[in-house]
């Protein structure tokens, strides 16, 4: 009997797993997601140099996996029908297929893993690496593709060449581009720039530093315009635009006017007559062919990050090498991939389709927009040149009206506020975000005339007086003669040219360090990081953006009216044509380029008497400043003579102390001279000390940083 009633147990327990494994197949069928998994390259141990492989923490030695994860998406699915085109990018079965690459970077004894997972976003393809502190505490490290249209590797690559696929290479996202429902080429306008290019030699249309990637339609110049201008202000005032003829041009592939290389492929380029002229912009609009339908990268780095967190094994029966190891997840990114997640977020693509939440933490660092991907013809590689989108809608987490736009009141966690799928969110910000890449709107809204609030799910931390991204770091870095640099910082973007000034070295470095260790507490132990430290109205911390309102000192090195009025970056309201929803920022842009609306008022933070902004998180080398240190720099002449005088893009520069009160004297400088300040150097190294000591009480410097930075400040040239 007791082995009949075991025989029966037995067959209970089969049946119940038969059952759900049909239950998961037909959940499966009907929902998108990863069905295969491709292995490219494994780097185990990872991290080696000269046969010596790093071991981290109690993780021991990591390995790297590079692969391609193949997916699908339901296109009559809710949570993918807001992806602009995805109903003429669809197989003859309904579903949209795609290949993303990806790398993973864990412990080579998964038992050591901590449960962790950052899922970090590529910066236009760039490999990410896991950090060093997050190896030493066992976390998971997950990088996937998103970007459809980076031209370094190209989204119609096929899936053979190797070389594509390893741990350090670019990453890139096949995905299909949008066909009419006959099936012939859909086409639309297009615009894109050549700037600070001078000579005979054909010019290419590239955004930032990547390729325009839209073809024209037709090579006859008739069927198109370019015009060159003597001068743009960053709020799009222009003057001397001259339309030139279309014998005067050709679309080619690179050589010159003469002697034109064949359009084959990306970049287009521009054969002009007569040759460029750097003192000039020119400007193209074009009919072009075949746009991407870039918004599947929303979902696909959704998948993905779904799929390595949640999945046993693929459908063909491959092992996910992190199965059941992961409790937590935080989604990661920089720059345009912080701008990234903003937009993903805001999409509503922290759920996917079997209705969980994807991440429950997410981290968008130096960003202060939403990634301008989801709409037919997007250039997400744009970093806010004039005409180019990333600013419409809500930049905002709650939701806040916007009457200067005319638009209703949104917010970006309106979509996972509905679904209940917000995740907790931390965002740090520097200078160089306020002055070139329009982030103040986030804080005050359109109008400008108040402190949005905060959601109790999200933190604020600014780094005042910081560069995008922070700089070198150090204490002789801001020396001159010492280890600041005598050239000026290069200016982010298109062929900008370089700043009149040394770059700024304000660092991120510590800061990022203690934000890490708040944001996997909060995650992991529910434990709240410090609250947010911006500036505000409310405490009368940011004024109008010019040299009078912020109090800014008349310095050396820099004309009596810098930062002048209209020198900052605005939020200009485009206007993109009727097909386009600027709420959402999708749809149809018919107007190439857009018309400008309106200029936003833009505000910026107050200065104290050195220049140094007030109103953020205490960082050592302001608590202890050697210099005035700014977001902002002015583009020298030379090189780019179209920019000079001008914002350099979002660049950061420095302005010295003195050393004594006689120099300082001599050059017209109000600020305090470095031995005015400290004495000697036994007294700056106190300052130091005392500067250090507050960060650590606050809760943005780890001990651990704090005597690294006392002792460097030690060993430094500072008043020696």
């Not at 041009?249 to 380029?269: M, Q």
């Not at 108040?450 to 780094?463: A, K, Q």
Request: net charge positive; aromatic share 8%.
């Amino acid at each position: 009997m007791q082995c009949v009633a075991a025989t029966h147990r037995f067959r209970r327990r089969a049946l119940r797993a038969v059952i759900g494994i049909a239950l998961l197949a037909s959940t499966s069928a009907l929902h998108a997601r990863v069905t295969r998994i491709v292995i490219d390259e494994k780097i185990s141990p990872a991290f080696c140099k000269e046969a010596r492989c790093a071991s981290f923490g109690v993780a021991g030695e990591y390995e790297q996996i590079a692969g391609r994860a193949y997916g699908e998406l339901d296109a009559a699915d809710p949570l993918n029908k807001g992806i602009q085109d995805i109903q003429l990018a669809k197989d003859a079965d309904g579903k949209v297929r795609y290949v993303a690459t990806f790398v993973l970077t864990k412990p080579v004894d998964i038992s050591k893993a901590s449960g962790l997972l950052w899922h970090d976003v590529p910066n236009r393809g760039r490999p990410v690496l896991l950090d060093a502190a997050e190896r030493r505490f066992g976390d998971i490290g997950l990088a996937s593709a998103w970007q459809g249209d980076n031209a370094g590797i190209g989204a119609r690559l096929g899936t053979t060449v190797r070389a594509a696929m390893a741990v350090r290479a670019n990453h890139w996202l096949q995905l299909p581009v949008a066909k009419n429902p006959d099936g012939s080429p859909i086409t639309g306008k297009v615009f894109a720039r050549i700037i600070n290019r001078t000579g005979m030699e054909a010019q290419p249309l590239i955004v930032q530093t990547n390729p325009v990637p839209y073809l024209p339609v037709d090579p006859d110049t008739s069927k198109a315009t370019l015009v060159s201008r003597d001068h743009e202000s960053t709020a799009g005032a222009v003057s001397g635009e001259r339309a030139i003829a279309a014998a005067d041009w050709k679309f080619c592939g690179g050589g010159t006017y003469d002697e034109p290389l064949p359009l084959a492929a990306l970049p287009v380029h521009i054969c002009l007559k007569g040759g460029f002229d750097a003192a000039k912009l020119y400007q193209v609009v074009y009919t072009a062919k075949d746009p991407y339908v870039l918004g599947i990268g929303f979902a696909a780095w959704r998948d993905v990050g779904a799929f390595f967190k949640h999945a046993a094994r693929d459908d063909t029966g491959t092992a996910n090498p992190v199965a059941g190891r992961i409790r937590h997840s935080i989604a990661r990114g920089r720059s345009q991939s912080g701008n990234y997640l903003r937009g993903w977020l805001h999409a509503g693509f922290n759920q996917d389709e079997t209705k969980r939440q994807v991440h429950d933490g997410m981290w968008p660092i130096i960003a202060g927009r939403r990634i301008a991907l989801n709409f037919r013809w997007a250039q997400p590689d744009g970093v806010l040149e004039l005409y180019q989108a990333g600013s419409e809608g809500p930049q905002w987490w709650a939701r806040y009206p916007d009457p200067a736009r005319k638009l209703p009141a949104r917010g970006i966690l309106d979509r996972c506020s509905a679904s209940k799928t917000c995740p907790k969110i931390i965002e740090h910000f520097g200078a160089a975000e306020i002055w070139g890449l329009k982030l103040g709107p986030e804080w005050v809204g359109t109008s400008a005339s108040e402190d949005i609030p905060l959601p109790d799910n999200v933190r604020r931390y600014y780094i005042a007086s910081s560069t995008h991204g922070g700089g070198a770091g150090g204490f002789d870095s801001s020396l001159p003669g010492v280890g600041l640099p005598t050239s000026g910082a290069r200016c982010p973007g298109n062929n900008w040219g370089t700043g009149q000034l040394p770059p700024n070295p304000l660092p991120h470095t510590e800061t990022v360090n203690a934000i890490r260790v708040h944001f996997r507490n909060w995650v992991m132990q529910n434990w709240p990081p410090p609250a947010s430290r911006y500036p505000t109205l409310r405490e009368r911390q940011l004024v109008d953006a010019n040299k009078t309102a912020m109090g800014f000192p008349t310095l050396p090195r820099l004309r009596r009216t810098a930062p002048e009025p209209g020198f900052i970056n605005p939020l200009i309201d485009y206007d993109w044509g009727p097909r386009f929803d600027p709420n959402d920022a999708t749809g149809i842009p018919d107007n190439a380029p857009p018309q400008i609306r309106q200029v936003l008022k833009m505000l910026a933070p107050r200065v104290d008497t050195d220049g140094n902004e007030i109103g953020g998180v205490p960082v050592v080398l302001l608590g202890a400043p050697l210099g005035t240190y700014l977001g902002w720099n002015i583009t020298a002449p030379g090189a780019a003579p179209f920019h000079q005088g001008k914002l350099c893009n979002y660049a950061g520069g420095m302005i010295p102390f003195a050393r004594t009160r006689a120099e300082r004297a001599a050059n017209n400088d109000p600020r305090r001279s470095l031995e005015e300040r400290y004495v000697d150097h036994a007294g700056y190294v106190a300052a130091v000390k005392k500067a250090a000591a507050h960060a650590v009480e606050t809760g943005f410097l780890l001990q651990t940083d704090a005597d690294a930075l006392i002792a460097a400040a030690d060993k430094s040239q500072v008043l020696r």
